[in-house]
T-cell receptor, first 114, second 113 residues
Framework: ETGVTQSPTHLIKTRGQQVTLRCSSQSGHNTVSWYQQALGQGPQFIFQ???????GRGNFPPRFSGLQFPNYSSELNVNALELDDSALYLC?????????????FGPGTRLTVL | AQSVTQLGSHVSVSEGALVLLRCNYS??????LFWYVQYPNQGLQLLLKYTSAATLVKGINGFEAEFKKSETSFHLTKPSAHMSDAAEYFC???????????FGTGTRLLVSP
C-alpha cells in the first residue's frame, strides 16, 4: 500500500511569486486535506477536497486555492506569496466515512519565501 | 467550535521514566480525539485515536490515552520512556462528518539518558 507522497520536498520562492505543491493520496482514499504548519506551531487547516470539490475551508485568503483530480491526487496553489507563507505544508488523505476520521499525512513540503 | 490546549510546550523525562503529555479539549459536539507524533523534518504519524468506543485507547509504540469527559481531557501516557520517543507531539480534535482536524500547539518531548 502506497502512502501519501508530496512534491517537492523543499522549495524557495520570492515574495509575489506563485507556487504549486502536489500531493498523491494513499490508495483507496477519496478525500484530501491541506494544512499549513508554521515554525513552532501546530498545523492549521487550509481546506479539504472530496470528489474534486472543496468541502470546507479554514481561515485562509482566496490566494490559497486547490484542486483535486479524478485519481484523487491534489494540488495546492498559492498566489502572490508573502513572507508569512513560509511554512511546512502538509497533505493528508482519508476515506470519507462518518466515524472514521483518520487522516494519513505526507512528509510535507517546506516552502521558504524570501 | 472545537479547540485543544496542550499544557507545556516542552516536557523532559529520563529514559525509563513515565511520560505524561497533557491535552484538554473543547467541543460543542461529541469529539473525536487524536494524538500525532512528528519527528524532525517529517510529517505527522498517528499514535492513537478516540472515536467514542473504549475510553482507554492503546496506540503504537506503547502509548495510551484516556478520554475523560468530566475533565475534558485526553492525556497521553507511556510507562517507560525510550530515547526514540523524543519528538513533537500534537493533540487534535474533530467532530463527526466534516473532517477538519484542529491541532494544539504541540509538546516537545525530550528524553535524557
Amino acid at each position: 500500500e502506497t502512502g501519501v507522497t508530496q512534491s517537492p520536498t523543499h522549495l524557495i520562492k520570492t515574495r509575489g511569486q506563485q507556487v504549486t505543491l502536489r500531493c498523491s493520496s494513499q490508495s483507496g482514499h477519496n478525500t484530501v486535506s491541506w494544512y499549513q504548519q508554521a515554525l513552532g506551531q501546530g498545523p492549521q487547516f487550509i481546506f479539504q477536497y472530496y470528489r474534486e470539490e472543496e468541502n470546507g475551508r479554514g481561515n485562509f485568503p482566496p490566494r490559497f486555492s486547490g484542486l483535486q483530480f479524478p485519481n484523487y491526487s491534489s494540488e495546492l496553489n498559492v498566489n502572490a506569496l508573502e513572507l508569512d507563507d513560509s511554512a511546512l505544508y502538509l497533505c493528508a488523505s482519508s476515506y470519507w466515512t462518518s466515524g472514521k476520521n483518520e487522516q494519513f499525512f505526507g512528509p510535507g513540503t517546506r516552502l521558504t519565501v524570501l | 467550535a472545537q479547540s485543544v490546549t496542550q499544557l507545556g510546550s516542552h516536557v523532559s523525562v529520563s529514559e525509563g521514566a513515565l511520560v505524561l503529555l497533557r491535552c484538554n479539549y473543547s467541543s460543542s459536539v461529541p469529539p473525536y480525539l487524536f494524538w500525532y507524533v512528528q519527528y524532525p523534518n517529517q510529517g505527522l504519524q498517528l499514535l492513537l485515536k478516540y472515536t467514542s468506543a473504549a475510553t482507554l485507547v492503546k496506540g503504537i509504540n506503547g502509548f495510551e490515552a484516556e478520554f475523560k469527559k468530566s475533565e475534558t481531557s485526553f492525556h497521553l501516557t507511556k510507562p517507560s520512556a525510550h530515547m526514540s520517543d523524543a519528538a513533537e507531539y500534537f493533540c487534535a480534535v474533530t467532530g463527526t462528518g466534516f473532517q477538519k482536524l484542529v491541532f494544539g500547539t504541540g509538546t516537545r518531548l525530550l528524553v535524557s539518558p
